[in-house]
């Protein structure tokens, strides 16, 4: 299953099969207060700066969110997408827990968005899949609902499966919906990667949507999350995961060779570019 | 001391719950906080002491372990389970009125968000440092704390917010406490949350660790 994003003139194809597809995290004002004071004064320097840096690293799509108190994200987000796709060109993916927002912000996007994100709840599914059936967005399907987070895999693959339903009765397209498994902090509960990895697996074999997750947290509480973080997505990926949230500058070397390792990536071609892209030229 | 305050205040410390528990790997098959806090009890060391002299200093030790990075999350999450394991057998004298707790302490997550290892965290090292907890759980909206509030008169507030996002919700319940009941003390806290933000909507304390909240209510109990 092909699920395709796009930008103004750019087009990412994200593959079920492979290869993996990386969505950067970094545009997020979640310890990053330079970000809240720019865009507070209305600068967005400092985003397209992180928007450039993380495509360096890797990214082929970004995330967006742009939440913070004191702000109206119905205004500060669609601004946002604008800046950014006047002087960068990868597909946008629309991240706030606002439908205003998304709805606002996919009115003068251009191409094609990933609405980041649509759960289980009813609240949630009547207030963005019109949205997204009307913009054309794919969508980001997160496993929780009404019921909050369940720790039972088939229990969120049943959410999954809820959420598709519902999106292709509103006339989404079936490969439009990007299903996330949900991944919670390994250092509170030593099983939590695992329902992820089964839900992943479970969501893989038997519905074969592509599938995110926003895995940088699953290292909360720990010493070296990067190299937690790596071995997490590297198990993911052998599930099935197909299009991370995630810091490119940290994950993409784990994530390029994961393809390797899988046969994804003829010849290391893509494992070699990236490696020789990070090192300093020498003549 | 007592052999057994001092066993106590180990197995808190380093998280032995009880007997059958495999963690630590070096205690094994040894006798943890719920075995022994139960015969100090049965040979009559006064409940006050097992709280004074073992539970709380240990709590105390693991709360700096913490802040100075030698510990992480999990090692705290099985000390405060230590701890708790200890402390059920200190439930009748509190129920009682014979042994008193500092104050009572509400705490929750503000609505719309869902995180919850935080303020477990938070709330683990406070009931450790002598206060009644009432937790309210995730995704709390302001007429639960107004609820709490108004049921537990005299408590101090801690809120929690883990996303961007949902700090709004940390504001309207900060300005509805204050509006109703203006001598109630709230602490917030989270990933997201600053001191700048905290002294923005009115809030008490903010604190980047739980031994800072610690530290904080102690000196409001000598108040």
Same mark, same amino acid.
């Given at each position: ?15 079920? @099969? ?18 809240? /004071? ?6 967005? #320097?400092?985003?397209?700066?992180? @928007?450039?840096?993380?495509?360096? @690293? ?57 609405? +980041? ?12 899949? &019109? ?5 054309? !967005? ?11 987070? /369940? ?15 519902? @999106? ?19 250092? !509170?509960? &030593? ?13 893989? /074999? ?10 940088? +947290?699953? #290292? ?64 | ?63 700096? %372990? ?11 999450? =099985?000390?405060?389970?230590? =701890?708790?394991?200890?402390? %059920? $057998? ?9 042994? %008193? ?13 869902? $995180? ?26 302001? *007429? ?25 919700? =940390? ?32 809030? *008490? ?17 000598? %108040?």
């Amino acid at each position: 299953m092909i699920t395709t994003l796009k930008g103004t003139n750019t087009e990412v194809n994200i593959n079920t @099969a492979g290869p993996v597809v990386i969505i950067g995290e970094s545009i997020n004002p979640t310890r990053r207060k330079k970000l809240v /004071t720019t865009l507070q004064e209305g600068d967005f #320097s400092f985003v397209l700066e992180l @928007a450039e840096s993380q495509i360096k @690293a890797g990214a082929d799509v970004l995330d967006v969110n742009v939440g913070f108190p004191g702000v109206d994200d119905e205004k500060l987000l669609p601004e946002t997408v604008r800046v950014l796709q006047d002087n960068i060109d990868v597909p946008l993916c629309l991240d706030s827990p606002n439908p205003r927002a998304i709805e606002a912000a996919l009115k003068v996007a251009r191409g094609k968005c990933l609405i +980041n994100s649509v759960n289980g709840e009813e609240r949630s599914l009547a207030a963005l899949l &019109p949205v997204a059936k009307e913009y054309g !967005a794919a969508i980001i399907g997160l496993c929780m609902d009404d019921d909050g987070i /369940t720790h039972d895999p088939e229990k969120r693959l049943a959410i999954a499966e809820k959420i598709i339903e519902r @999106a292709l009765k509103t006339g989404i397209n079936q490969e439009d919906v990007v299903v996330d498994p949900l991944a919670m902090a390994v250092s !509170a509960d &030593p099983n939590a990667c695992l329902v992820t990895l089964e839900t992943i697996r479970l969501v893989h /074999t038997r519905l074969g949507h592509n599938i995110t997750q926003g895995a940088s +947290n699953i #290292s909360f509480g720990l010493p070296d999350r990067e190299s937690l973080n790596a071995a997490f997505m590297t198990l993911s990926i052998f599930n099935g995961l197909t299009c991370p949230i995630a810091n490119p500058e940290k994950i993409t070397a784990a994530v390029r060779a994961t393809d390797l390792v899988l046969g994804r990536d003829d010849f290391a071609v893509r494992f070699v570019e990236y490696f020789q892209s990070r090192q300093p030229i020498q003549y | 001391m007592s052999e057994l305050l001092t066993q106590l205040s180990y197995c808190v410390e380093f998280g032995k719950i009880d007997k059958a528990s495999p963690y630590p790997p070096n205690l094994k098959g040894q006798e943890g906080a719920d075995e022994i806090a139960r015969r100090a009890l049965d040979e009559g060391i006064k409940p006050d002491e097992i709280l004074d002299k073992a539970l709380i200093p240990a709590m105390a030790i693991v709360g700096d %372990k913490f802040t100075k990075k030698i510990i992480y999350v999990p090692q705290m999450l =099985m000390a405060a389970k230590a =701890m708790s394991s200890a402390m %059920k $057998h200190l439930k009748p004298y509190f129920q009682s009125g014979e042994t %008193k707790r500092k104050g009572k302490f509400i705490i929750g997550t503000v609505s719309g968000d869902l $995180h919850d290892i935080g303020k477990n965290l938070v709330a683990m090292m406070i009931e450790g440092a002598g206060w009644e907890i009432i937790d309210l759980g995730v995704d709390v909206n302001t *007429d639960k704390f107004l609820k709490a509030i108004n049921d537990n008169p005299g408590a101090v507030v801690g809120l929690s917010a883990l996303l961007t996002t949902t700090m709004e919700h =940390m504001k309207k319940t900060v300005e509805a406490i204050k509006g109703n009941y203006s001598g109630v003390t709230t602490l917030v806290g989270g990933a997201p949350v600053t001191m700048d933000y905290c002294l923005k909507i009115g809030a *008490d304390f903010y604190s980047p660790d739980p031994q800072g909240a610690v530290n904080y209510l102690n000196q409001f109990a000598l %108040k």
